[in-house]
């Protein structure tokens, strides 16, 4: 067995308060939930604001969480310590993680609004439950990568015994794929977490090509990186087919450009040959039936 690196695998500051933060997010999510879910006609007003009310609450959970995950003595800056393989996928998760905040506090700021034109409660709805799902996927991602880490360097499987902050099944399931090698999407199966990046030291670049007028090619990770660059070729509103075939990665900055780049236009994008990882990503954000989808 190799020598463990100084990522400790004893109980740290860090772990605390990460499990009191996330608990503390999901009772919000929770309430939230069960806000969305009330009834809304005939009692719009009181709707939006048992709604607002819950999204403070979760708007200061996230907020306690963001800052905390970015302490010096949190398990994400640990892993970035100790594990330079690692590094680029904190960065990310805390860059995601920034975006996720940035929608919840604008959302909260228009829910804080006078709405003198009527609640639109429908829509309300669907953007708070897309960001509810973002939200699970991005807790998703940490726990699979926490857990990753100490899998590495202890050559060890943590179970839910030994740190109960970790217990995602996704986790578990993505670490006992093969680490070591490069998965294409085609390798997982119904219960692995296909919107979790490919492993392998050497990721496949983002590139956003033009074939015509009116088509571009995407291939590699789609992430908050990327996303500007895949924004950029998207910018001409006569680009409408986006060919995913090569994607190997999508999260929720990349798919936020595309239904960004799908309304700005009158007859919306279609997708040409999504790889699993994009359809499981618009399966969760309830986005399949949004897009046109070609999959031969």
Not at 38 to 44: F, H, I, L, N, Q
Not at 70 to 84: E, G, H, M, Y
Not at 116 to 138: E, K, M, S
Not at 250 to 256: C, P, Q
Request: hydrophobic share 40%; proline share 6%.
């Amino acid at each position: 067995m190799r020598e463990p690196s100084t990522l400790t695998s004893t109980p740290v500051p860090g772990r605390d308060a990460r499990r009191a933060d996330q608990d503390r997010t999901l009772a919000a999510m929770h309430d939230l939930e069960a806000a969305l879910g009330a009834a809304a006609p005939g009692r719009e007003s009181s709707w939006r604001a048992a709604v607002l009310d819950a999204l403070v609450v979760l708007d200061e959970a996230t907020d306690d969480e963001y800052a905390n995950a970015a302490d010096p003595d949190s398990l994400l800056s640990d892993i970035k310590r100790t594990q330079p393989r690692l590094r680029t996928r904190v960065r990310g998760l805390r860059t995601q993680y920034a975006h996720l905040r940035q929608t919840i506090t604008s959302m909260r700021a228009e829910l804080a609004k006078p709405d003198d034109d009527g609640t639109d409660f429908a829509d309300i709805r669907q953007r708070l439950a897309w960001l509810l799902t973002v939200l699970r996927h991005q807790r998703a991602r940490e726990s699979d990568l926490i857990y990753e880490a100490y899998y590495d360097a202890f050559d060890t499987e943590l179970s839910l015994d030994h740190d109960p902050t970790l217990g995602q099944p996704l986790a578990q399931q993505t670490v006992r794929q093969s680490r070591r090698r490069t998965r294409s999407p085609d390798d997982f199966d119904e219960d692995v977490d296909l919107a979790s990046p490919v492993t392998s030291d050497e990721s496949p670049p983002f590139r956003a090509l033009s074939i015509d007028a009116t088509t571009i090619a995407v291939s590699g990770e789609v992430d908050a990186y990327s996303a500007p660059d895949l924004a950029a070729a998207l910018a001409d509103p006569i680009v409408d087919r986006v060919i995913l075939t090569e994607v190997t990665f999508m999260d929720a900055a990349g798919l936020t450009v595309l239904l960004t780049a799908h309304q700005s236009r009158p007859q919306g994008l279609t997708f040409c040959s999504p790889t699993r990882c994009v359809l499981r990503l618009l399966h969760l954000a309830g986005l399949c039936s949004t897009f046109g989808i070609v999959t031969s």
